[in-house]
């Protein structure tokens, strides 16, 4: 998923260590996507290139 992102947006993703299962994907500090909040499911492929393209519209 990080060469994913760095290959779609031209930027190496960071991985913030974390505990009790937490995944998180965060732009600007916006989360995007949450595992926690999404049925303990990892995202599908895919899901996270399209949260992080609807926030970049948001900006616009």
Avoid at 17 to 36: E, P, Q
Wanted: aromatic fraction near 8%; charged fraction near 25%.
């Amino acid at each position: 998923m990080a060469a994913d992102i760095e290959n779609e947006f031209g930027v190496k993703p960071t991985l913030v260590a974390g505990s009790g299962g937490v995944y998180k994907i965060t732009a600007d500090d916006k989360v995007l996507y949450c595992k926690h909040d999404s049925d303990d499911q990892f995202p599908a492929e895919g899901q996270v290139i399209a949260a992080v393209k609807a926030y970049q519209q948001s900006l616009d």
